[in-house]
Nanobody, 122 residues
Framework: QVQLVESGGGLVQAGGSLRLSCAAS????????MGWFRQAPGKEREFVAA????????YSADSAKGRFTISRDNAKNTVYLQMNSLKPEDTAVYYC???????????????WGQGTQVTVSS
């Protein structure tokens, strides 16, 4: 089992920044890919970015490129999502997930956190 706990969400004005954190515990997370997803009301869960614990390879959705940066701190078993230049359309619940492969499909991720709300006001 892998336990994931997100934090760092909140209310921010358009153009502002937030940094989300995902603390992982349990099984050896270095074997996993860590992803960030988001889900807005009435919409499907959407891939944002992902990173491999081992090697640090990253991949981001087009909507995140240039604004969001995913990173990890191996010593703290924590993955971060730095979000800059936030827009109202970024408003969603953001979820951290762990899976065996760095892919964009949510179904490939076996472990999920509880989510953290991000609200961007215009």
């Amino acid at each position: 089992q892998v336990q994931l706990v997100e934090s760092g969400g909140g209310l921010v004005q358009a153009g502002g920044s937030l940094r989300l954190s995902c603390a992982a515990s349990g099984r050896t997370v270095s074997n996993y890919a860590m992803g960030w997803f988001r889900q807005a009301p009435g919409k499907e869960r959407e891939f944002v970015a992902a990173i491999l614990w081992s090697g640090g390879t990253t991949y981001s959705a087009d909507s995140a490129k240039g604004r969001f940066t995913i990173s990890r701190d191996n010593a703290k078993n924590t993955v971060y999502l730095q979000m800059n230049s936030l827009k109202p359309e970024d408003t969603a619940v953001y979820y951290c997930a762990a899976g065996r492969k760095l892919v964009v499909s949510a179904t490939a991720y076996a472990y999920w956190g509880q989510g953290t709300q991000v609200t961007v006001s215009s």
